[in-house]
Every structure is written in C-alpha cells, then in structure tokens.
C-alpha cells in the first residue's frame, strides 16, 4: 500500500525559512516524479515545484524561483522543499504528490491530473 506523508509546515515571519518533507512508504521514489503544490484559501490549487530524476527535469513556478528549493534523500525516502525568504503570499496548505517516471512534471510547468498519490497537506502560514 503506497503512502505519502508531508509534513514539516507551520508559523513563520515574513524572510523566515522552513523545510517541508514528503516521505513515501510502498515506493521507491527515485523512480517517480514528484510534486509540489499549495491552495490558498480562495484559490485555486497551483503548482510550486516538481522534479523527475530520470528525466532530469526540476521545474519551479515564477514566484519561488530562487527562494524554493526542491532535493532528495534516497536513503531515507524523502523528498524535501526548502523554502527560504518566505512571504505573506506563500501562506497555504502544501501537499507533495507522485506521478509515474514522464508524467506530471515538465520544464514548463506541472499538470496535477497526472499525479496519483498525495499527502494529507501540511500548513504553511507567513505572518508578523
């Protein structure tokens, strides 16, 4: 049974930092591209960031370009985003998802509908 787990969200000031964390259990997640994604209330879903190892394709959206980073522990499973310089503007639930190897994760963006596992989201809230 695959399962993935994200965590590591919470309350930060504005210019502050936090690593999120998405583990899987059931996959190897070397073998799949994975996703990040946030939903602001009233909003729409968006795409953060993706990255496709065997593809080698690590995509960011334009308004956390240079302040997100997305890397990969194989050890230990997981895959992280770092997000430094954090703004008011970046406070939403952050889910990460898998999609198979070729799918969902593009040089020109992400497309969610091809992503097939999900975490339960892990809020992220930039505030003073």
Same mark, same amino acid.
């Given at each position: /049974? ?10 930060? /000031? ?22 990040? #994604?946030? /939903? ?10 993706? #990255? ?5 394709? *690590? ?8 302040? #997100? ?8 499973? *997981? ?11 970046? $406070? ?5 998802? +898998? ?8 040089? $020109? ?12 989201? +892990?809020?992220? *809230?930039?505030?003073?």
């Amino acid at each position: /049974q695959v399962q993935v787990v994200d965590s590591g969200g919470g309350l930060v /000031q504005p210019g502050g930092s936090l690593r999120l964390s998405c583990q899987a259990s059931g996959i190897a997640l070397d073998y799949y591209c994975i996703g990040w #994604f946030r /939903q602001a209330p009233g909003k729409e879903r968006e795409g953060v960031s993706c #990255f496709c190892s065997k593809a080698g394709i *690590t995509y960011y959206t334009e308004s956390v370009k240079g302040r #997100f980073t997305i890397s990969r522990d194989n050890a230990k499973n *997981t895959v992280y985003l770092q997000m430094n310089s954090l703004k008011p503007e970046d $406070t939403a639930v952050y889910y990460c998802a +898998t999609a198979d190897s070729g799918y969902g994760c593009y040089a $020109t963006g992400q497309n969610s509908y091809e992503y097939d596992y999900w975490g339960q989201g +892990t809020q992220v *809230t930039v505030s003073s």
